[in-house]
T-cell receptor
Framework: EPEVTQTPSHQVTQMGQEVILRCVPISNHLYFYWYRQILGQKVEFLVS????????KSEIFDDQFSVERPDGSNFTLKIRSTKLEDSAMYFC?????????????FGPGTRLTVL | AQSVAQPEDQVNVAEGNPLTVKCTYS??????LFWYVQYPNRGLQFLLK??????LVKGSYGFEAEFNKSQTSFHLKKPSALVSDSALYFCAVRDQAGTALIFGKGTTLSVSS
């Protein structure tokens, strides 16, 4: 069964450093998403992406964040200058269609620890 | 604004007993409702969704959920719980216009043998 994959599984970085989190969505999916889950809190939407453009973003997704689909398979989330409060589990998801009825399938997540 | 409430932080049931995990929502227009499960150190796994039609939706692993429009609820149920069902369960909603899933805070289900 196709699945979303994410690398690395755990990333440790120093405050102020740039990090890139990588995701490989399900191959025939067209819509991609990033969510985060701070330890002990709810899963929060960051951004959705389609056709090389951001479709929707939350207030969390400020200028420190960017997303990119650098090739036909990868989807990345970059945090330009990490802060302590960026420590969280970051989940990538993909769906086949943008219709709200379609299911988003999630990857296993990348745990980001900012020291 | 859209929101999801899961009023119980934890639900405890004995193996073989029925289980219910509660979810209520607030959204403008018709909701699209989802349940996901998260096992320790794992990602979110899709269980089931309500889009339209029959109010009782059946999903993976014997789970089902009942959509109640008047009560704005979408409770997750299973007739007979298994120890392996122990996990963190998230309810989520999308409206027809948006792309974002809005999640509840999650409910930990603990099934004892």
């Amino acid at each position: 069964e196709p699945e979303v994959t994410q690398t690395p599984s755990h990333q440790v970085t120093q405050m102020g450093q740039e990090v890139i989190l990588r995701c490989v969505p399900i191959s025939n999916h067209l819509y991609f998403y990033w969510y985060r889950q701070i330890l002990g809190q709810k899963v929060e939407f960051l951004v959705s992406f389609y056709n090389n453009e951001i479709s929707e973003k939350s207030e969390i997704f400020d200028d420190q964040f960017s997303v990119e689909r650098p090739d036909g398979s990868n989807f990345t989330l970059k945090i330009r200058s990490t802060k302590l409060e960026d420590s969280a589990m970051y989940f990538c998801a993909s769906s086949g269609m943008r219709l709200a009825r379609d299911t988003q399938y999630f990857g296993p997540g990348t745990r980001l620890t900012v020291l | 604004a859209q929101s999801v409430a899961q009023p119980e932080d934890q639900v405890n049931v004995a193996e073989g007993n029925p289980l219910t995990v509660k979810c209520t929502y607030s959204v403008s227009g018709n909701p699209y409702l989802f349940w996901y499960v998260q096992y320790p150190n794992r990602g979110l796994q899709f269980l089931l969704k309500y889009i339209t039609g029959d109010n009782l939706v059946k999903g993976s692993y014997g789970f089902e959920a009942e959509f109640n429009k008047s009560q704005t609820s979408f409770h997750l149920k299973k007739p007979s719980a298994l120890v392996s069902d122990s996990a963190l369960y998230f309810c989520a909603v999308r409206d027809q216009a948006g792309t974002a899933l809005i999640f509840g805070k999650g409910t930990t289900l603990s099934v004892s043998s």
